[in-house]
């Protein structure tokens, strides 16, 4: 329970950074605490206490101990490169931005119209 | 064991965020996000799945280059004479709702299962005959090519866009005359 | 980003790049096998690539990868996990496994399964790889283009 916890303290430690900052850096990096934070949450829902990696040895074909739940894992794996692409794009607007206006705050970016 | 440490990597991960977050130099922020996300890889080490450590490792690696690029790159002075009106009222509400946000998840905790015992309604099936039916040793990966191959191809299907995406923004436009003739890739 | 790094740093290159290729490739291949698969070994190998960028310049890279290498064979692996997908139709359905299951822990062995981690493989490392090159080629103007700064 306090590992859920935990794992939604990160969540909302990202989210400040998304509502509240004004450097648009600052905001991608909250983008980025919360992907971690929704993927140690999937992680942590899949644990099985005592159990394995979900790879069938030789040896546990006769006798298969208890595997943790290899279907959240699957669903994280596609979700942290889909998380890298994410950066890529949000770098390059940030990138796009700087170059347009000059500055990466976005109280300035907002008031400037052009 | 695994419970200690885990709580340990855990507390280390949110102090470091809150440090990635506050901090106002950029540079110090975007190691502290590296810290948070190496800690994630040895948590997925810890919770029994080095498919996701590996990719994790990794993937931290490319994103540490690519907000370092942004980062170096830019002489921005407007930061520092920003104006301050609302900032207080702002930093407030943020962590009112981050509190609310919180004591609304701890509610709704106590219907998950309780840590170490998954459901695993659907996963019986994977686990028991995963190894018969696609002869793959590797469940995670029986399980995301060939039981859900539909979210292989909808994840496919997304990165492509995203990348395509990323290359449209930064086409042409933005290069000088003396690159024009020998670019590497679109 | 045209001229690389010094000599020090190209010889290491040199010498390192063969084994992070074939991690990677050992990673992909053997995904149904071992921890890893398409996803890991993508990565792996999108980041040799972005070392080769780093310390030989992008010419140099451009005389391995070709022109417009990088969108080509990320077109490619998406291509090929499509026809993967479309094949499993002569069984009756889409996505159905249609090759033939060979035995268990070999290479050729557990059906579509290992050439969708291919696929998925070359898709990945191309598509990281192109986000890096341009991100290499774009030169900011050293002051911005609009006229009204504050």
């Known amino acids: 329970m306090i590992y859920y916890l935990l794992a939604a303290g990160l969540l909302a430690v990202g989210m400040y950074a998304v509502l509240v900052k004004r450097n648009l850096?600052?905001?991608?990096?909250?983008?980025?605490i919360i992907e971690y934070a929704v993927n140690l949450m999937l992680i942590l829902v899949a644990y099985r206490t005592g159990g394995q990696a979900p790879i069938v040895t030789e040896q546990m074909r006769v006798s298969p101990g208890p595997f943790v739940d290899p279907l959240p894992q699957a669903l994280i794996l596609t979700s942290i490169v889909i998380g890298l692409a994410l950066v890529?794009?949000?770098?390059?607007?940030?990138?796009?931005?700087?170059?347009?206006?000059?500055?990466?705050?976005?109280?300035?970016?907002r008031r400037l119209k052009g | 064991m695994v419970e200690g440490l885990l709580f340990a990597i855990l507390v280390f991960m949110v102090l470091g965020s809150i440090i990635a977050v506050e901090t106002r130099d950029l540079l110090s922020s975007v190691i502290a996000v590296g810290a948070v996300g190496f800690g994630l890889a040895v948590v997925f080490l810890i919770l029994a799945a080095p498919d996701l450590a590996i990719v994790q490792v990794v993937v931290e690696v490319l994103t540490l280059i690519m907000?370092?690029?942004?980062?170096?790159?830019?002489?921005?002075?407007?930061?520092?004479?920003?104006?301050?009106?609302?900032?207080?009222?702002?930093?407030?509400?943020?962590?009112?709702?981050?509190?609310?946000?919180?004591?609304?998840?701890?509610?709704?905790?106590?219907?998950?299962?309780?840590?170490?015992?998954?459901?695993?309604?659907?996963?019986?099936?994977?686990i028991e005959q995963g190894l018969a039916e696609v002869n793959?040793?590797?469940?995670?990966?029986?399980?995301?090519?060939?039981?859900?191959?539909?979210?292989?191809?909808?994840?496919?299907?997304?990165?492509?866009?995203?990348?395509?995406g990323a290359l449209a923004i930064l086409r042409r436009k933005g290069r000088t005359t003396d690159e024009r003739g020998d670019d590497a890739d679109r | 980003m045209n001229a690389g790094m010094t000599l020090i740093v190209k010889t290491t290159a040199r010498l390192v790049l063969t084994f992070i290729m074939v991690f990677a490739a050992a990673l992909a291949?053997?995904?149904?096998?071992?921890?890893?698969?398409?996803?890991?070994?993508?990565?792996?190998?999108?980041?040799?690539?972005?070392?080769?960028?780093?310390?030989?310049?992008?010419?140099?890279t451009a005389k391995v990868v070709g022109k417009?290498?990088?969108?080509?064979?990320?077109?490619?692996?998406?291509?090929?996990?499509?026809?993967?997908?479309?094949?499993?139709?002569?069984?009756?359905?889409?996505?159905?496994?249609?090759?033939?299951e060979g035995e268990t822990f070999r290479l050729l062995s557990a059906g579509t399964v290992l050439w969708s981690n291919v696929a998925i493989f070359v898709k990945i490392t191309a598509g990281l790889f192109a986000v890096y090159a341009v991100l290499a080629a774009f030169r900011m103007a050293e002051e911005p283009t609009q006229e009204e700064r504050p």
């Open chain 1, 25 to 32: 850096i600052k905001i991608v990096m909250g983008m980025l």
């Open chain 1, 88 to 109: 890529a794009l949000m770098v390059t607007l940030c990138l796009r931005l700087y170059q347009r206006y000059g500055t990466l705050d976005t109280s300035h970016i």
């Open chain 2, 67 to 126: 907000l370092l690029r942004v980062v170096v790159s830019r002489k921005d002075e407007t930061l520092a004479h920003s104006l301050r009106r609302g900032a207080a009222f702002a930093a407030v509400a943020g962590v009112a709702f981050c509190t609310i946000f919180l004591v609304y998840g701890w509610v709704c905790f106590q219907d998950l299962p309780a840590f170490g015992e998954p459901l695993m309604r659907v996963s019986h099936r994977y």
């Open chain 2, 136 to 164: 793959a040793p590797n469940l995670v990966t029986a399980v995301l090519l060939d039981y859900r191959a539909y979210d292989t191809l909808g994840e496919a299907t997304v990165i492509f866009t995203a990348i395509v």
């Open chain 3, 29 to 60: 291949l053997y995904g149904h096998v071992t921890p890893g698969g398409g996803f890991a070994g993508g990565a792996v190998a999108a980041c040799g690539l972005i070392l080769m960028l780093l310390a030989f310049g992008r010419l140099e």
């Open chain 3, 68 to 100: 417009q290498g990088a969108s080509t064979w990320e077109c490619v692996g998406a291509l090929g996990f499509l026809v993967i997908a479309l094949v499993g139709y002569t069984a009756g359905m889409f996505f159905t496994n249609v090759l033939p």
